[in-house]
């Protein structure tokens, strides 16, 4: 129903789909063959994350980290939650940064005060987005329980300051984080979905080594995703098309040009 959506991947040479889900959805609905379509994703990160991995914590907490909107699908309440469902000796290891703003800010402070867990829990509010990296380079694990991400580029900031990561198993964040670099949470209801958040940090917390594990595979697993590199490989792919069709760098005709159509 969209005019020119079928002719665009007729006339594509190269097709970059920004998902997984989004490349499968494309193969099957055109017939796509695989030298046609690449897995590329939208999302990337500045060199500043990679080269801010060094810590400047200041305590023998384990800091948890929460940066995003405070709306409701980004799951700050199911984060609060699985918080209070810890076990003391847990709880007492811990400290729980939220950083953003939104219209589930006051319902969000009001968990918190219910479940009395204002020692445990700090809201920064709103912060610039070059803010953001001093909170990354003093916590330890990154929690975001968003349900419905297709990008989620502050997961891809967080493993980049060697964060392990506890996400939702659902769109671009689901596919960022694999088995070395955190946990991705199936998510078959909000009871589960809380449940399971409060065992991967239990888990994170008692584990020092595993921490430290996942922080070192997280860095290496994000410089794919570093917005230079990034560029590296988008020259590539336009020198293999234009190699693909014998063209001159220096002089492309109008009628021969290479169209790479960005899902």
Request: aromatic fraction near 10%; charged fraction near 25%; proline fraction near 2%.
């Amino acid at each position: 129903m969209i005019p020119g959506y079928v002719d665009t991947y007729k006339k594509a040479d190269k097709v970059l789909a920004g998902s997984t889900y989004t490349l499968n959805h494309l193969q099957d609905l055109f017939s796509l063959k695989d030298d046609k379509i690449n897995l590329f994703y939208e999302n990337g990160i500045s060199q500043d994350f990679l080269d801010s991995v060094e810590s400047n914590k200041l305590d023998d907490k384990v800091n948890l980290l929460f940066v995003g909107r405070l709306v409701p699908y980004k799951g700050a309440d199911m984060l609060i939650e699985a918080v209070n469902k810890l076990p003391q000796e847990i709880q007492s290891q811990i400290q729980l940064t939220i950083v953003g703003d939104g219209s589930e800010k006051s319902h969000l402070e009001a968990m918190v005060k219910k479940f009395d867990l204002g020692n445990l829990v700090a809201f920064t509010g709103w912060i610039q987005q070059q803010e953001t990296l001093e909170y990354y380079q003093k916590s330890d694990i990154f929690c975001f329980p968003s349900v419905r991400e297709f990008g989620g580029a502050v997961v891809l900031e967080a493993m980049g300051c060697g964060l392990p990561c506890i996400v939702v198993n659902n769109g671009g964040i689901g596919e960022y984080v694999t088995e070395e670099t955190g946990f991705k949470i199936d998510p078959n209801s909000r009871e589960y979905v809380t449940k399971e958040l409060a065992n991967k940090i239990r888990v994170l917390v008692a584990d020092e080594k595993l921490r430290k594990e996942m922080s070192a595979n997280s860095v290496e697993r994000v410089k794919e995703f570093e917005w230079g590199y990034k560029a590296e490989k988008i020259v590539e792919i336009y020198h293999q098309m234009i190699d693909s069709k014998n063209l001159s760098y220096e002089n492309i005709a109008e009628e021969d040009n290479v169209f790479i159509s960005v899902n």
